[in-house]
């Protein structure tokens, strides 16, 4: 991959005497060490793609007088609109899983590149998998010590991003002697109706239960955060900013629903309840036998539907007199939703009292379970565990229990619009939004904002733009998902560029401000209104 920054430049790279006209194309490889001065004069920066990897990295510039200035010649770094901050995410395999820098130089470029540009900050995830690899207890944060030292003689912000799950994209797994455990005893892991288990992240039910080797969950996460606080304490008090404690599957406080071992396309279907594992339906057990209903707690509801169909052709979710509307629903579904509630708690509670004598916000996620959202039943959402229908705010217990421990939520989604949408999923980004917005702001919890992707639709940006401008009362940060081959391809970076210099721009109109999806919102969901 190469960087061509274009247009009148003064570059400085380390020992090499090229002037300040022209500089050649200077691939990062082994064998060249490259060293970008950290204040140069450009005029149009744009990022030339090779490879859909970051193997290949180079960097080339040229003078172009007739170019105009995308960054201000006395490099300042731009404000963005109401004073909300802005980070871009590293990659997700930034830290390969044995512990060392994936592509450097070219992340090393990268956020030269961004900081250029005015970027605030970096978010960094950081995984179990990597740094709790072999042993429990046995800790090594090499490679992130490495990339934290880099931000911060950038001069640039760090969020921290603890990830307790696996991922199949960055190709980092869980820690293997976690994974051994569950060799012996699958239960850890979530389990749908057909007997799949779910392998990338623990199942709620043993959140508090001595499954790790005679320790809980909650207790290992807690000496995980004690040694990274230890670790990272030369950058608690300067260049840190947060920390966000991995909830769930990716990170965010949800069910897997939507994991489908078949591989299959299950866009439209609305997921699976992930309550079948023997820790699961043990909760369950106890929960049906002391409301007096024992026979209700030996499974979860028989008449839902499979990954790849589509809800309503189920009597569980259909619109009318489905089975979510009964007594039996509502029993199951105020079980499902509180486990993940309660997981959700005891993580944030342990994060909260970690870091609560160091000066950084802590913070979790909450997914954008948006498919469905304009039916009556929410399929999408209840499997993900959130009891949210047309008679219920669902989100209310969420933010409620962000506020009782002091927390932020993340919220992605900001570049999505219901234009963009298919119609056939009844599909309500922006009402699913305004509700989320709502319910934090009567709590007084603040919204980090997040992309749900590399933006490529026409008005992604512009969306996210009006959202920033709407909410800047109730959102300190934004966090741009994320760093690597789409972000700094020549059909996308330019118009990230243009997107910070906008961000500079005055406040949009209040007739395009996302309030007014609220008013949507509450018309659509009129029993809500008094809440």
Not at 77 to 84: A, I, R, S
Not at 246 to 256: D, F, H, S
Not at 378 to 391: I, Q, V
């Amino acid at each position: 991959m190469e960087v061509l920054v274009m247009g009148s430049s003064q570059v400085n790279l380390g020992r090499n005497d090229l002037g300040n006209r022209e500089v050649g194309n200077c691939s990062f490889t082994k064998n060249l060490n490259l060293n970008i001065s950290s204040s140069f004069k450009i005029s149009k920066l744009c990022i030339k793609l090779h490879t859909k990897s970051f193997n290949r990295f180079s960097l080339k510039a040229s003078a172009s007088s007739q170019a105009e200035p995308l960054i201000a010649n006395n490099n300042r770094k731009p404000k963005p609109t109401g004073d909300v901050k802005l980070f871009v995410g590293l990659p997700l395999d930034a830290v390969s899983s044995t512990n060392t820098i994936n592509h450097a130089r070219a992340i090393a470029a990268g956020l030269k590149a961004l900081k250029l540009l005015g970027v605030d900050g970096i978010e960094l995830p950081v995984w179990w998998g990597v740094v709790e690899k072999e042993t429990r207890g046995k800790y090594d944060w090499t490679g992130y010590l490495a990339l934290a030292e880099m931000i911060q003689k950038l001069g640039l912000k760090l969020h921290v991003s603890l990830c307790f799950h696996a991922s199949e994209e960055a190709k980092i797994p869980l820690p293997e002697w976690v994974s051994r455990i569950g060799e012996s005893d699958p239960s850890i892991f979530f389990k749908d109706q057909s007997g799949q288990h779910y392998k990338d992240s623990l199942s709620f039910a043993v959140t508090d239960v001595p499954v790790l080797d005679g320790k809980t969950p909650v207790q290992v996460y807690k000496e995980f955060c004690e040694s990274f606080k230890a670790a990272f304490s030369p950058f608690m008090d300067s260049t840190f900013t947060g920390i966000s404690v991995g909830l769930g599957p990716e990170g965010e406080l949800r069910y897997p629903s939507h994991h489908s071992p078949s591989k299959m396309n299950n866009d439209q279907g609305a997921g699976e309840f992930q309550c079948y594992d023997k820790y699961m339906l043990s909760s369950l057990k106890q929960y049906a036998e002391s409301n007096g209903n024992p026979l209700w707690g030996l499974g979860g509801p028989h008449n839902a539907p499979g990954y790849d169909q589509p809800p309503m052709t189920s009597t569980f979710f259909k619109e009318n007199n489905g089975s979510w509307e009964t007594t039996y629903g509502d029993f199951f579904l105020s079980w499902y939703s509180e486990q993940l509630i309660s997981h959700g708690s005891r993580l944030l509670s342990l994060a909260s009292e970690t870091f609560n004598d160091v000066p950084i916000s802590i913070c979790g996620k909450v997914p954008l379970v948006h498919s469905w959202y304009r039916t009556r039943s929410h399929p999408s959402e209840l499997t993900a565990g959130f009891y949210n229908t047309a008679n219920r705010d669902g989100y209310v217990e969420i933010v409620e229990m962000f506020a009782k421990h002091s927390c932020q939520i993340i919220l992605p989604g900001m570049d999505l619009s219901d234009d963009h949408q298919p119609n056939e999923s009844l599909s309500s980004p922006e009402l699913l939004v305004a509700q989320i917005t709502s319910s934090c702001r009567k709590h007084g919890v603040e919204i980090l904002g997040q992309n749900s992707m590399v933006v490529n639709a026409s008005n992604g940006f512009e969306q996210i733009k009006k959202k920033l401008s709407g909410e800047k009362e109730m959102m300190s940060l934004f966090t741009y998902q994320r760093m690597g081959a789409d972000f700094f391809s020549p059909e996308h970076f330019p118009a990230f560029t243009q997107f910070v210099r906008n961000l500079n721009q005055p406040e949009l109109d209040s007739d395009d401000q996302p309030t007014k999806q609220e008013e949507r919102f509450a018309s659509y969901h009129p029993q809500m209104q008094a809440a």
